[in-house]
Every structure is written in C-alpha cells, then in structure tokens.
C-alpha cells in the first residue's frame, strides 16, 4: 500500500460526490443513446447543483487539509459541475472546463500522483467535451459519448475513493 492511502483527507468524500454526479449522466447518456424517452429531467440539473456545493466543500476541506492539488481540482470540477446544474454549460463552457482538465492532468503526471487520478481527470475532461459537443452538434454520437465517458469516470472515481476510504483496497 502506498503512503498516499494511508492519509484520509476530503479526497475520498469529494471523489464519492465526483462519482454521485457522474452517474445519472452516464445513465442519461446511455439510455438516451438506446432511444429510452423522457431520461433527462430537471431533478438532475438540481442534483447536479446540489453535487457541485459538495464537491466545493470537499475542495475547501482539501486546502484545509494542505492538498493544493485537491483543493485546485476539486474547486474546477465543482465550477463545471454547478455550471452544468445551472444549465450554463454552453460549447465554450465545456471545452474550456475540458481543456483546464486536460492542463491539470498534465500536472498530475507532473506531481506523479496516482494514476487513476491522471485518468479520472481524462474522463472528466472526455464528459465536458462530450457535453460541449452535445450542446454544439445533433447526434446520437455525442449521447453516446458522454454516457460511456460518464460511465468511466463513475467506475474510476468510484474506485478510488474506496481505494483511498478503505486501507484493504490497493491504490493505482
């Protein structure tokens, strides 16, 4: 086990809340792919809102807690989440939050954190282009798109905050 697992900050609650809001838009993307009506609602743009007040409390917790880098993330994913519950999440929106995405990942490698962190900030930054992209263009690939990216950024996020929650799981 590596010493990153072994300290619990708010890392393991912000990446739970990552992955809460994260599958409602794996399900609406997917299951809008497969034709399923009526999926988007506005329970989730509440939802999403609510999740990224949750995810800015889990980033002022991580500067708290002496995590630069946790409070830096988490305080971008939080603004593009609220965007998004707002409904503000417009093509520009989107591929700026995906390309800053991308600038974190880059100083993830950089401060060689765990690397399903580096890819946990690949699929958030897949989820807003696929989002821009769905507000730009019509197309069933855009839906589809953003439900599988969704879906991976659910599963890893989902699994490091376990990883990171319980000392039994091995952190990647």
């Avoid at 990153?4 to 912000?14: H, L, M, N, Q, S």
């Avoid at 807003?128 to 730009?136: K, M, P, Y």
Wanted: hydrophobic content about 55%.
């Amino acid at each position: 086990m590596t010493d990153d697992c072994k300290t619990i900050d708010p890392t393991a609650f912000g990446l739970f809340i990552v992955a809460l809001v994260s599958l409602p838009l794996a399900l609406s993307g997917l299951l809008g792919y497969f034709g399923v009506d009526d999926i988007t609602s506005t329970g989730i743009s509440a939802f999403l809102f609510i999740g990224g007040i949750f995810i800015l409390i889990a980033s002022l917790y991580a500067y708290k807690a002496g995590s630069n880098f946790g409070f830096i993330v988490f305080g971008l994913v939080a603004m593009g989440v609220i965007f998004a519950g707002l409904g503000l999440a417009d093509f520009y929106v989107c591929i700026s939050l995906g390309i800053i995405y991308l600038v974190c990942l880059v100083w993830s490698i950089r401060a060689k954190t765990l690397k399903t962190l580096t890819l946990i900030l690949l699929t958030t930054a897949l989820v807003f282009f696929a989002t821009g992209c769905s507000a730009q263009f019509d197309g069933d690939w855009t839906t589809l798109f953003s439900g599988v990216a969704a879906l991976l950024n659910f599963l890893l996020t989902l699994y490091l905050a376990f990883a990171l929650a319980d000392e039994h799981i091995r952190c990647y």
